[in-house]
């Protein structure tokens, strides 16, 4: 398996990463450290139940009511604003713990405004499935892409704008769907306008969404039977 993955790999370490432009490294937003305690410390207050629905990711998850928009209490949220591939590396045994029956992942948006290349996020969202495979084998994986963005906006926070990057690691994460056994959701014709960029009237600022845009998400996901 792994040297699959590695050949598979390959073509993408050829891409030329740009050096990180604005800032450095790995690095992150002042606010994000209290805000993924608050998250954790409401996390470990819920009943450990199994059997369920889970959708895991940064902000764009977080601000989605799944639980309403399913009408299904028992559906978790396991969204952090500002959280990348290796933040959900570091708190998966939560998601292990409960042994979910699906689960919805979207990662990477985070990853790219902080200048981690391409390969190297596809290589940790590979971690994360690698990982939940192994420890909770009857889980369903929904590997969700990378949304649009749309830097002509007003408020538009511009250490994301590097749009180029997201087709490249979708491209990944849908190439590597059947070889590691996960189910891959193109959710960007569900989005974009005419120019290929995220629709004015689905978001606030060009990166995160509308209330509206979450119903649009999950009447897809109920269409395709994903849910």
């Known amino acids: 398996m ?11 370490f050829a891409y030329a990463q740009k050096r990180p432009s604005n800032q450095s490294l790995f690095d992150t937003i002042p606010f994000i450290p209290d805000h993924t305690i608050e998250r954790l410390e409401i996390f470990k207050k819920q009943p ?18 799944w ?10 949220n396991r969204g952090i604003g ?12 939560d998601i292990i713990n409960r042994q979910p029956k699906k689960l919805f992942i979207l990662l990477g948006i985070n990853d790219i405004g902080k200048d981690i290349p391409e390969s190297v996020i596809a290589y940790n969202y590979f971690k994360i499935i690698k990982q939940v495979k192994e420890k909770s084998p009857a889980t369903t994986i929904y590997v969700q892409s990378i949304l649009p963005l749309n830097p002509t906006l007003n408020n538009f926070p511009q250490h994301y704008d590097k749009g180029e990057h ?26 974009v306008d005419a120019q290929n960029r995220l629709d004015a009237k689905y978001t606030y600022e060009g ?21």
Do not use: C
């Not at 139940?49 to 009511?65: A, H, V, W």
């Not at 990348?84 to 590396?89: A, D, F, N, Q, S």
């Not at 995160?208 to 009447?219: M, T």
């Open 67 to 76: 639980a309403k928009l399913l009408n299904d209490t028992t559906v978790l």
């Open 48 to 65: 450990v139940t199994k059997g369920g629905i889970i959708f895991l990711g940064n902000s764009i998850t977080e601000m989605g009511n």
């Open 166 to 191: 997201i087709p490249r690691v979708n491209a990944m994460l849908k190439a590597n769907a059947a070889i590691m056994g996960y189910t891959y959701i193109n959710l960007q014709p569900l989005f």
């Open 2 to 12: 792994k040297y699959i993955l590695l050949l598979l790999l390959f073509p993408v």
């Open 207 to 227: 990166l995160h969404l509308k209330p509206e845009a979450y119903v649009v998400w999950v009447a897809y996901l109920k269409k395709m039977k994903y849910l």
């Open 82 to 93: 500002g959280d990348i591939t290796y933040g959900v590396l570091k708190r998966l045994d």
